[in-house]
């Protein structure tokens, strides 16, 4: 799997838009970016996955470059339950079916 | 059941004893995998199971680790002569590799304090 670069931590008021920066600059044509998030005592819980295009669900939007090296995860309105460690992660969308690799993540604290 | 289920959520144990931790996926998922987490470290695969063929092992980190999945569901995950270094949180995923789900599901995990 392509390795991703993310910060170790940010900060976010409560209500306002968090932004979550993920580089993964040898991604391959054939893997898609994925987000997952893990609130504390908790196991990682699936947000969103794209390939290029911009995608959107109940959770979060994810804005892919379109030279797909970099990704930008968005939780519009931030509440204090979004603090969490996000995980971006590239992978094949299938082919082997193995194991996700975790990085070290992003911790978002999200504060009144 | 709507998650997957792990059991139990919290076992204390003395160094040496034996370990097992269970998992039951989501109903029809035919993948399966197990992840540990020490604390304040990130995610450490383990293994993974895929309908009938062979377990991924390679995460396993000694020969102390064995898992297994019973008729395709329901998986297992043994550790003999435990010792410290093994208390983490131990999780379980499930993924369903048909259709257009491909998100893993992830269970709450077992926390294991080996004492």
């Known amino acids: 799997d392509a390795k991703t670069t993310q910060p170790p931590s940010m900060d976010c008021a409560e209500g306002r838009a968090a932004n979550l920066p993920c580089n993964h600059s040898?991604?391959?044509?054939?893997?898609?970016v994925y987000w997952y998030r893990q609130i504390h005592s908790q196991g990682p819980q699936y947000i969103i996955h794209?390939?290029?295009n911009n995608e959107t669900n109940e959770m979060a939007s994810l804005i892919i470059t379109e030279d797909r090296k970099s990704s930008t995860l968005i939780l519009p309105h931030a509440t204090l339950r979004d603090t969490a460690v996000y995980y971006c992660?590239?992978?094949?969308?299938?082919?082997?079916?193995?194991?996700?690799?975790f990085g070290t993540g992003t911790q978002l604290k999200v504060e009144l | 059941g709507a998650g997957v289920s792990q059991s139990p959520s919290n076992k204390v144990t003395e160094k040496g004893k034996d370990v097992e931790l269970r998992c039951d996926p989501i109903?029809?998922?035919?993948?399966l995998y197990w992840y540990r987490q020490s604390l304040g470290q990130g995610l450490e695969f383990l293994i993974y199971?895929?309908?009938?063929?062979?377990?991924?092992k390679s995460g396993l980190p000694s020969d102390r680790f064995s898992a297994e999945r019973t008729g395709g569901s329901v998986s297992t995950l043994t550790i003999q002569r435990t010792q410290q270094e093994d208390s983490a949180v131990y999780l379980c995923?499930?993924?369903?590799?048909?259709?257009?789900?491909?998100?893993?599901?992830f269970g709450s995990g077992t926390r294991l304090t080996v004492v």
């Open positions: 995923a499930s993924r369903s590799t048909s259709g257009t789900v491909y998100g893993y599901t």
């Open positions: 040898t991604i391959s044509g054939n893997e898609y």
């Open positions: 109903s029809g998922h035919t993948a």
């Open positions: 199971f895929q309908g009938n063929s062979a377990p991924d």
């Open positions: 992660i590239v992978r094949p969308l299938t082919g082997g079916g193995n194991k996700l690799t």
């Open positions: 794209g390939l290029k």
